[in-house]
């Protein structure tokens, strides 16, 4: 049974870089069935996606956050990760990575427990 | 970006009764509509794919029906434990985008 964690600091300070990481546990990131991505949370906004990547390395970005997002994958130590830049107080948010399956329809099956990041100084 | 919306924003209902809640897209989506679970504290999780393909290991008395802009969920005997927020998802076209949610109570 795949498994999702993420990793990170939970406090990051204004205009600095937030990183997160996601390591898959249970099964392998080199899938071509998989993308694995990272959604936000927060109680004003909701739920956002923010990208996702493929483990050949292809990615897709919401074109709300595209200029300040990298997502990037490690498929050795069976990690994706993110990096958001020049972050401010709107970037305070729950974040969780997740799976998602792609056959032309897609979906998002499983998830990390989530995560909190504080932007704060 | 597609714009999903939920009616009603919240409800509450008794153990045993139907309870069906309503996504719209702003624009066509077929059947790119996904819905999600979340409870407080916990991550979503997928109950129904595709429209109206329940994922597997969840209960047979939720389901899903719709396409094009309108889109239901339904419970058919609410348990206890389906207290919870529910969120419609599209994926016809990226970014994939929530709707604002449904905050089911148990009376």
Known sequence: QVQLQESGPGLVKPSETLSLTCTVSGGSISSSSYYWGWIRQTPGEGLEWIGSIHYSGSTFYNPSLKSRVTISVDTSKNQFSLKLSSVTAADTALYFCARRFENGYSHMDVWGQGTTVTVSS | ?107
């Open chain 2, 1 to 107: 970006d597609i714009q999903m919306t939920h009616s009603p924003f919240s409800l509450s209902a008794s153990v045993g009764d139907r309870v069906t809640i309503t996504c719209r897209a702003s624009q066509s989506i077929r059947t790119y509509l996904n819905w999600y679970q979340q409870k407080p504290g916990k991550a979503p999780k997928l109950l129904i794919y595709t429209a109206s393909n329940l994922q597997i290991g969840v209960p047979s008395r939720f389901s899903g029906s719709g396409s094009g802009t309108d889109f239901t969920l339904t419970i058919s005997s609410l348990q206890p434990e389906d207290s919870a927020t529910y969120y419609c998802q599209q994926s016809y076209t990226m970014p994939w985008t929530f709707g604002q949610g449904t905050k089911v109570e148990i009376k």
